[in-house]
């Protein structure tokens, strides 16, 4: 029975998995280069409800149609856990070997850096496993300066101060006289304190695990309205960490490849 | 309107190199020349740049690899990697191929994506084409013999930035990390996904000519996608 458990735990961090895994992934997501265009309704859906309630949804509605993006969230779960086996049967030497040894360079300096990457892409997928089943979303509220309070949760309350139209600025003819975007200016109310926060088009405003953004705004200089998009996400503060420490230590590991190539640091 | 003079020189330049390095009799003008046809398509982006400012421009991937690939032969030239016969054609031919499609398919008849003024966006739209250029760039390595590529782990940086800044991008835009319902996104992540498969199968028991056919294979479906997105209706830039 031991025996058996250290073989599937064996089979489930090997190298030749990831390698089938990454080629089902690739060829999933090349055939649904070609099935999103129509689907883009029910794909942009993903934003306003639950993984799981979508799925359920979707495949039932559109059967056959949306079957890549099913397998490509169970083929990217799967590997997530290969991930993981592979970096906690590994890590574990490594790191021993770079302890006794007292060395940061050298090949197992590039190994530990490697599983550094694969810890950091697990921070990110479990990151975005919590935010599409878990987030709580408010996907189109509409505030008009002054009017009604929005009441997100127990504790949130957003209400619309003031809104200023922004005009195009840029050269070309065709968007002159356009208004391009909004500030516009939120009240939030959170436990006892107020706070003011200005909103722009391309900049969302992220308060704690709160993702407030703009979603559409009045192009009429008439009429002023915006109509935002909250999100609570709970995955948020682990794919930001995760892909910031996705991106350090691939920039590290890239620059250590270089190097050793180049022949920079090298002792005689 | 961007003009499109600076776009036929690139197009003559690399077709020049391309020529140059089929017959292999000269090393360094082959390289040359595709830098030089780099920097009219440098030129043409600026302008493009200028133009859209302060909004990203759209659909930029081919001309900004062309721009990235031809950047790199001088570099591989001084660093005494550059075989003309196989990075000559297989670059050379890349850009050309970039350059064609878009100077007869241009897709520059859209409105700026208002939401697309951030520094990520930017960077974005940067850090994209340079991972590609040097993810096709190490399948040319590949072909020449160095299964174990530098450029590979350099196009895995490149692609972790876009990453990085393509979700900071998409949160600030529409509030969400990743948004499946565009495929431009989906072609991203297709191509991301085929580094990380040529990466783990480098340390793969493959045999070296299945790794290289891999690897090609690879490189010629990035090419593919990017150029499927990047593809306008036939409106020769004369």
């Given at each position: ?192 304190t107020d706070t003011r926060h200005v ?70 | ?137 190490s399948a040319t390595d590949t072909v ?95």
């Open positions: 029975m031991k025996g058996l458990v250290k073989k599937a735990i064996e089979q489930m961090a090997s190298l030749s998995l990831c390698t089938w895994l990454l080629a089902a992934i690739c060829t999933v997501l090349f055939l649904g280069l070609y099935h999103v265009k129509g689907n883009e309704m029910a794909l942009s859906s993903l934003g306003t409800m639950d993984l799981f309630e979508w799925l359920i949804r979707y495949e039932t509605i559109y059967p056959g149609k949306l079957w890549w993006f099913a397998s490509f969230v169970l083929f990217v779960f799967i590997l997530s856990i290969n991930t993981l086996f592979c970096t906690l049967r590994r890590i574990r030497p490594i790191l021993a070997t770079i302890l006794k040894a007292r060395e940061t360079k050298g090949p197992f300096f590039k190994r530990l850096l490697i599983h550094g990457i694969h810890l950091s892409f697990l921070m990110i997928t479990l990151g975005y496993f919590l935010s599409f089943t878990k987030s709580e979303i408010h996907p189109s509220i509409i505030l008009t300066p002054n009017g009604p309070s929005h009441k997100i949760d127990e504790d949130t309350i957003i209400s619309l101060m003031t809104l200023r139209k922004l005009f195009y600025k840029g050269h070309m003819e065709a968007m002159k006289g356009r208004i391009v975007g909004v500030d516009a200016t939120l009240n939030i109310h959170r436990g006892k909103l722009r088009s391309d900049d969302a405003l992220i308060i704690g695990n709160l993702i407030v953004s703009i979603r559409d705004f009045s192009k009429d200089p008439k009429r002023d309205w915006v109509k935002i998009y909250v999100r609570k996400d709970y995955g948020l503060w682990y794919y930001l960490s995760g892909s910031l420490a996705f991106v350090i230590i691939s920039i590290s590991f890239g620059g250590y490849g270089l190097m050793e190539k180049i022949g920079v640091g090298k002792t005689r | 309107m961007v003009c499109p003079i600076t776009l036929q020189i690139a197009a003559l330049l690399i077709a020049a190199g391309v020529v140059l390095s089929a017959l292999a009799c000269v090393q360094w003008p082959t390289a040359l020349l595709f830098f030089l046809g780099a920097l009219c398509m440098g030129l043409n982006i600026f302008e493009t740049y200028i133009d859209h400012w302060p909004y990203t421009p759209m659909y930029m991937n081919s001309r900004l690899i062309v721009l990235f690939l031809g950047t790199l032969c001088p570099v591989l030239s001084l660093c005494g990697k550059w075989d003309s016969k196989a990075h000559g054609l297989t670059i050379g031919l890349t850009m050309l191929l970039f350059t064609s499609a878009t100077l007869f398919f241009p897709k520059d008849y859209y409105m700026p994506n208002i939401r697309s003024a951030s520094i990520w966006s930017h960077l974005y739209s940067l850090a994209d084409p340079l991972g590609r250029a040097i993810f096709i760039a020449s013999g160095n299964t174990k590529s530098p450029l590979m782990e350099l196009a895995f940086t490149f692609f972790a930035i876009a990453i990085f800044s393509g979700m900071l991008f998409s949160i600030n835009g529409l509030g969400t990390p990743i948004s499946f319902h565009q495929p431009e996104v989906i072609g991203f992540m297709f191509i991301w996904f085929l580094c990380l498969l040529i990466s783990h199968a480098q340390w793969a028991r493959f045999r070296p000519s299945l790794f290289k056919a891999l690897n090609v294979s690879a490189a010629l479906l990035t090419i593919l996608v990017t150029i499927k997105f990047d593809l306008g209706v036939w409106r020769p830039l004369w």
